[in-house]
């Protein structure tokens, strides 16, 4: 499915990483010159084939639906249960792989939910350093990672594991809190914190 889809369907653009440099007040002596490591998650080459476009405009809909309700009325999250309905709305059946951010305030409260990164059947690169970026441009307290498997396996990799420490460390750094990393597939979103990954 391509973007102009996506866009005369819910009457949104899909949100794209930002490019540019973080400015020299933002970055550590000597790290500024160093690219940012750049991460695949890997996942099965088969992609997940069983929404039709109307199928996945439908969820789209309500996928918008539930951020409204969810950032208009202040409501906190206080499972992976929570977060897993609304990912799940987000990013089930895609071709493609996304890695997204529902970044929270300081009582666990929906701010906004970020596409950060569009990948292919079998991966996605991301980059902690827009991450960061984003999470501070939102001034954001606590961070909920999302990403689907198109195969529609929902095992966390070990990639995926690798990213989650990373972003973890990344984040630390500027005071935004990890909650969870949840993996999408065909059944129930796996969260990586509920099975002690994070």
Known sequence: MDHQYIKNNTNQEPAQASSGAWGEAGAYKGVASQPPPAYVIEVDPEPSSILTETDRATLLAAAAIYERVLTSRGRQLGNPRDSGDFIKA????????????????????????????RGTVDGASVHPREVVKEALAVNACAVI???NHPSGVSEPSAADRAITRELQEALRLVGVRVLDHLVVGDGEPVSMAARGLI
């Open 90 to 117: 987000r990013l089930f059946g895609l071709p493609y792989e996304v890695f997204g951010c529902l970044f929270l305030d300081n009582r666990h409260r929906v701010l906004c939910f970020t596409e950060m990164f």
């Open 145 to 147: 990672f999302a990403h």
